[in-house]
């Protein structure tokens, strides 16, 4: 795969940003808890932050290829900072949700802030249709690798700290503070990027257009809901709260469950690579689809499971299927709509995406803090999930590409 300068560095920020993201998860509410934050008000905060991330990133993603491309990368590094000083400069209820809302950090290891919709849009741009999906599974290949690589090395050095003597809540502290480093190291990063990522030409301002779409606003709308379903019911089970529930499940402590998410992202990265050959037989709908549903069956088994092995091998079996989906989605957005409107779509399905994972925390911390209830995230996680499944493939799969062009049969 030969890529430009600037796709190199736009693939070396996902790793570094995704390693951030993956060093967080594994501590912040277990961080959170240690402050004695309640649990209800833990997923109160998990909610501030996707829903703060999802404000911002709407209006910085539908303003990229008029703003500037880079600029608004910058501007994501700048508030990844932010919120990780935040969070580790006070344990103020309010300060922490300050922090969340405005800033950028992410409970589930996943991608959040406006990153992926320009990066998706910048590279779509530089690259052949036929590619497309398959760089778009090294992309995401990337930034599995790096969250797992995250994942490790925050339950490690987490653990490592407390077996040094520190307390609890500075070793998470700690970790909070590498991730607002990472930041700012992502931010000199983004300002070496050239100006060749930006949008090539104005868009036509004489076309009417709604959140940077014109065209295709009905699709992006349908794709959106769907996908809001989708994150809905994986907000239940954000990487954040699978830590906590392993911790509160089995006792397990930060470095056991920093090598099973480890080993989680490792396996889902490698399921990506796959994806780009499946949809290229079968159709990127169907891809999505088909390898999804025994994903989220597999979900709603990891809480049956009477020991942690088994509970962690499920999770693994899970993982190495559940995230074909995500190459094969993305680069059917792209598909799915006008060149101009890529940022856009890419930015609104996002923001699709975080606002309905900003909701289920809400329920799922004070399930999983409670004995009786702590694996029904999973079981809603998963049955939801399957309900997004059926419903994609009701409203889509009724399309085929014909040169890159996506028609109704």
């Keep these: 795969m030969i890529l430009d300068r600037d796709a190199r560095l736009i693939f070396t920020t996902r790793g570094l940003r995704m390693f951030g993201y993956g060093l967080v998860s594994v501590v912040l509410v277990l961080y959170l808890a240690a402050l004695h934050i309640p649990d209800a008000q833990i997923g109160i905060l998990l909610s501030f932050t996707l829903l703060g991330d999802a404000a911002i990133s709407l209006w910085l993603t539908t303003h990229a290829d008029r703003v500037g491309r880079r600029k608004v990368l910058l501007a994501g590094s700048l508030l990844m900072a932010a919120a990780g000083l935040g969070f580790a400069a006070s344990s103020s209820l309010w300060v922490l949700l300050i922090a969340a809302t405005i800033g950028v950090i992410s409970p589930s290891g996943n991608e959040v802030g406006p990153f992926l919709a320009v990066e998706q849009a910048a590279m779509s741009q530089t690259i052949p249709d036929d590619r497309r999906t398959g760089v778009f599974a090294w992309f995401n290949l990337t930034g599995s690798f790096a969250t ?22 500075d070793a998470y502290r700690a970790v909070i503070v590498g991730y607002a480093i990472i930041a700012l190291g992502l931010a000199f990063l983004f300002s070496r990027v050239s100006p060749n990522v930006e949008a090539p030409e104005a868009p036509d301002v004489s076309v009417a257009r709604r959140l940077g779409l014109h065209r295709s606003q009905k699709t992006v709308a349908r794709l959106s809901a769907l996908f809001a379903l989708d994150a809905f019911g994986g907000g239940f089970v954000v990487q954040s709260l ?60 990891v809480p049956l499971m009477p020991t942690l092995p088994l509970a962690v091998a499920v999770l693994l079996l899970r993982f190495s299927i559940s995230q074909m989906d995500v190459p094969t989605r993305q680069s059917y957005t792209m598909a799915v709509v006008d060149p101009d409107e890529r940022s856009a779509a890419a930015g609104v399905t996002g923001i699709a995406r975080s ?3 900003s909701i289920s925390p809400l329920a799922a911390a004070p399930l999983i803090g409670g004995v009786a209830l702590a694996g029904a995230p999973f079981i809603l996680a998963g ?21 890159g062009k996506f028609t109704r049969t």
């Design 383 to 403: 049955g939801i999930k399957i309900v997004y499944d059926l419903l994609l493939y009701r409203s889509f799969s009724g399309l085929r590409e014909v040169d």
């Design 148 to 169: 797992a690589a995250g994942a490790l090395a925050g339950g490690s050095l987490a653990t490592g700290l407390v077996s040094a003597g520190y307390s609890q809540v």
């Design 242 to 301: 699978i830590a906590y529930w392993f911790h509160l499940r089995f006792g397990a402590d930060p470095a056991v469950i920093g090598v099973a998410l480890f080993g989680a992202n490792i396996v889902a990265g490698l399921s990506a690579l796959s994806a780009a050959w499946i949809a290229a037989r079968i159709g990127l709908i169907r891809t999505m689809v088909f390898t999804h549903l025994p994903s989220n069956v597999l979900l709603i088994m």
């Design 355 to 357: 606002i309905g994972a």
